[in-house]
């Protein structure tokens, strides 16, 4: 470990241990009991508490987000330091366990061939897209919270994913008047102003409007004097609107409606990049592409309470979405996209976790169109269309008061259609691919309550992702097909409370085993770097996830986590000198310390450190884009003013760690070596109220 990185690191706990230490000397006497709140997951088969949910998962609730993150206005920057998940670029896509969530495809091959995703952002029921999820934002203002799960998601969820999931869950409305505000500035012109109201229409109608606003300079100072600007440009938006209305009507007992409209706004750049000395965080690059986006979702809810513990559930979602890159010279790379997607998920649930017997059944349907443009050596034109069908069911059964066993399974069907126009300076014929893919992803669970507080398992599932098309750039300029990749996880999880209630403890340790794992190949064309799907026929991937969260004392709760992962191609018949490599983007560890102290009735003081271990920009183990292990420290500051008012600020990146987070050759003329940046130190001041 250099000696730098040392003393980032020593420094970073030195500012952990003074804040935990504080409290810990102040306390005079013991106090009354306390205890840590209960962790409800809702994007399991069932509702229920974190310490009865087997799928590795961690939460960050409306109470963490307000009070331990602010300046972190997506959900990104929340969920950074999450075990084993990590975000190599301010815009990019989680990598969870090692594997990408945008999937195989990215950059220009995601464009030409169509997107292949393994995990996505739930919001509310709507799947971002894949154009959403890598160049957009995800919002936490008027959030109940954020769920990262991961490893396969079959049986838990409508939408298929073999990576994970992210949930987010915004407010509902409520039959009580309330409102909130946010304003919040700082340097690198960052500013945020929100706001939300919530109340009766009648006494059957409740509505909530929520509006949310956040943008930032970029710190990339493009010093090229050939470097091109975009109508875009290169700084950061992020606008949203939402509205709920929720209808309970007395005369039906148990049915619950409700309609959820919401608009959104998202610029920024294709990333966030530097040449050396990457520390300077200028770029010597001529172009940067800029991507401005806007869609629109309707999503209807209704839910129907029949009795006996039957609850039958509908969520009918529609989206439309349109995207603008632009590269400053229309002929190099500008592009439009449009996408419409529909989906339902239908499903009945039964009994709840503490029942003798109690499970689900669903089916999920989405459909998909999208056109695209590309002004690139000619004009290019695709026409995307996707169908995916899930058909899932899961049944938990209390064996006694100590085992229970749970068994699911899942159907899944996706069929593919891409046909398009392509300019033949990429390839030597047009596309047009036609293709189903369907497969059974089973699960079973076995768990033992050893001791009410205290219970181990073990859970097997198996994942799958359709396979596509993908061009070959580089070599033929032909279309080559890949094959669909499967994965066989194991894991044992143990989940604990301890000291009364104080000491939440969860861990999962896993194994994977791929087949036909979708991994890219790279060609350098012109000083451009192309990337290439194919299959790497066998791959593995074992690890811990751990975490722990500590009520001290009434005043101080402290978090812990950490991740540890391995992975290795075994064969790799495409490119068997990759065999032996690790995948990448997937650092060995991952570790997170953090404290929440209220200093005072009025003053809350916390912080937080993140280390993540080195790992390989990609999956050719290039040496010279071998990321090394970097630590970040945050902290942050509340003070209230009253019931209705608080004043908070923040320094995040305490310590003004600048340093790659993925290198990778550059876009443009000039050929240089492009590093993906730690943000700066960001300080802001905010102040947040209610009424």
Known sequence: MPKNHRRRLTQGVSLVTLLVAAPLQAQEAPAEAITLETVIITGDTITRDLMET???????????????????????????????????????????????????????????????????????????????????????WDVDGVEVFRGPQTTAQGANAIAGAIIVNTKDPSFTPEGAYRLEGGNYNQRAASFMWSG????????????????????IDYVGSNFIQNEIGQDFLNANARLKLLWQPAELPGLSAKLTYSHSRMKRPSAEGASEPYDELESIATWMPGWDQTTDTAILDVDYDIGNGLVLSSRTQYSTSDVERRVGTPTMGDANVAQDNYSNESKLTFGTPADGLSGVAGIYVAFTDQDEWLNQGGISTFRDEKSNLGLYGEVNWRMDERWTLSAGLRYQRDHIRRQGDVSPLF????????????????????AYQA???????????????????????????????????????????????????????????????????????????????????????????????????????????????????????????????????????????????????????????????????????????????????????????????????????????????????????????????????????????????TF
């Open 54 to 140: 087997p799928s590795s998962v961690s939460v960050v609730t409306a109470e963490e987000l307000e009070k331990e993150k602010p300046g972190k206005a997506e959900v990104r920057s929340v969920i950074a330091g999450t075990p084993n998940v990590l975000y190599t670029d301010n815009v990019s896509t989680p990598v969870i366990r090692g594997q990408d969530a945008q999937g195989p495809h990215t950059g220009a091959n995601a464009f030409f061939a169509g997107s292949v995703p393994r995990a996505t952002i739930n919001l509310d029921g709507h799947y971002l897209s894949y154009n959403e999820l890598y160049f957009g934002a995800t919002s936490t």
């Open 200 to 219: 009766p229409i009648t006494e059957e109608l409740a509505a909530r409007v929520s509006l949310d606003y956040s943008a930032r300079d970029t710190f």
């Open 427 to 446: 390839a030597n014929s047009d596309v047009d691919y036609d293709h189903t893919f369907d497969a059974l992803l089973p699960r079973l669970t076995l």
């Open 451 to 689: 001791t009410p507080d205290w219970s181990v398992g073990a859970l097997v599932s198996k994942g799958y992702n359709p396979g596509g098309i993908s061009l070959d750039f580089g070599y033929s300029k032909e279309w080559t097909e890949f094959d669909a990749e499967t994965v066989w996880n194991y894991e044992l999880f143990t989940r604990a409370e301890l000291l009364e209630g104080r000491l939440m403890l969860t861990g999962n340790l896993f194994y994977m085993d791929y087949s036909d794992a979708q991994h890219n190949i790279a060609h350098l064309v012109n000083g451009v770097t192309y990337l290439q799907t194919v299959n790497a026929q066998d791959a593995r991937a074992y690890g811990l996830e751990l975490a722990a969260d500590w009520r001290a004392t009434d005043a101080l709760t402290l978090r812990g986590s950490m991740g540890l992962l391995h992975t290795k191609f075994e064969r790799f018949d495409q490119m068997p000198a990759y065999e032996g490599n690790e995948f990448a983007r997937a650092p060995g560890k991952m570790l997170t310390l953090g404290a929440s102290w209220d200093a005072t009735d009025r003053l809350n003081l916390g912080g937080q450190l993140r280390y993540i271990d080195g790992y390989y920009s990609n999956t050719a183990n290039t040496p010279a884009y071998a990321v090394d292990g970097f630590t970040l420290v945050d902290v942050n500051a509340s003070y209230r003013v009253n019931d209705r008012v608080e004043l908070y600020g923040y320094v995040n990146n305490l310590l003004d760690e600048r340093t790659p987070t993925l290198l990778e050759a550059a876009r443009g003329n000039v050929v240089f070596t492009q590093g993906s940046m730690t943000s700066p130190r960001m300080v802001g001041i905010g102040i947040r109220g």
